[in-house]
């Protein structure tokens, strides 16, 4: 029976080529994305397809539009495909470790990515260090700000990895910064730019004395400009993202936002690819690729709206 590779993954980017054995083009890559709407998995979609491609190798891409239990259904429908690895991006904390047990249970390896079920690990786990990037975020805010101001947080999805690490790395900063205080958190369901607006706007309505909002994904802090624009404060509010998407750096080019981290989007989408194909291979696989993140200012922005990473 003909062994296919099921790339669920909400994040793969485009990428160059990567070589590919002859016995790779037999296979068929599964793409669970968590959500299109979102650039960052956008980016990682088309990396993924389009090193697939330059293998010849086949990808089918299933979007969860935000939904865990429409994503459940999908992989389970991929693995009915006879497939050979799952490349895995959840589209929540919500029973994110079923699709995982699944497909192992069927005898398919799984390359999560940005996000890993704690209690359902893939096999080999590629994102962000988080954890370091928001760390280095949180310095720099300090920094900039001269140490001193109320910081108001827009948390992405709680439960979700990206989320748990920048709430780490951020919170190591700050720790070594005690006249940042943060006096408003709020969680997003899904990391969207309307629902920073709506919590930014809740949070200045009741405090408006911040001086710092930290958007968790830049989609989250463009809504947090938006509604510092429309409060029309009497002091300067520094506002900062994280994912360095294609909005998101433009409106750090713009001076919308001040600063945000840039994500290699389109190395991970070749990396989640060929960890797939190494896995269906029964090569080893790292258990944990970890990639690093640059702080984006406007000093060097332009080259990464010239050409994402």
Not at 75 to 92: C, E, M, N, S
Not at 150 to 157: C, L, M, R, T, Y
Not at 166 to 194: I, N
Not at 277 to 285: F, P, Q, S, T
Request: proline fraction near 4%; glycine fraction near 8%; charge should be neutral.
């Amino acid at each position: 029976m003909k062994t296919r590779i099921v790339v669920a993954a909400l994040a793969l980017l485009a990428g160059t080529a990567l070589g590919s054995p002859a016995w790779a083009k037999d296979k068929v890559i599964g793409l669970a994305v968590a959500n299109l709407q979102a650039d960052f998995f956008n980016q990682i979609k088309q990396s993924v397809e389009a090193a697939a491609k330059e293998q010849g190798i086949k990808v089918v891409t299933v979007d969860a539009k935000g939904d865990s239990a429409t994503q459940v259904s999908q992989i389970q429908d991929l693995i009915t495909q006879q497939i050979d690895a799952l490349i895995y991006i959840p589209a929540g904390a919500t029973a994110a470790s079923v699709p995982v047990k699944t497909a192992k249970a069927a005898g398919i390896p799984v390359v999560a990515v940005d996000r890993n079920p704690a209690d359902a690990p893939g096999d080999t786990f590629i994102a962000t260090d988080s954890v370091a990037a928001a760390r280095t975020l949180g310095d720099y805010v300090c920094k900039v700000t001269g140490g001193k101001g109320n910081v108001a947080v827009i948390q992405g999805q709680i439960g979700t990895t990206p989320e748990q690490d920048r709430d780490k790395g951020f919170t190591e900063a700050l720790a070594k910064c005690p006249g940042l205080t943060v006096s408003a958190k709020q969680a997003s369901t899904a990391w969207m730019q309307d629902e920073g607006f709506n919590i930014a706007q809740d949070m200045l309505q009741r405090d408006p004395t911040i001086s710092v909002f930290f958007g968790r994904a830049d989609a989250l802090a463009l809504g947090a400009a938006q509604a510092v624009k429309v409060a029309n404060l009497d002091h300067k509010t520094w506002i900062f993202g994280f994912d360095g998407d294609v909005a998101g750096l433009k409106a750090v080019q713009g001076g919308t936002l001040d600063a945000t981290m840039t994500q290699t989007t389109q190395q991970m989408g070749r990396l989640a690819l060929q960890s797939a194909l190494d896995l269906a291979d029964g090569k080893k696989v790292p258990a944990e690729q970890l990639q690093a993140a640059t702080l984006t200012t406007k000093d060097n922005v332009a080259g990464f709206i010239e050409k994402h990473p």
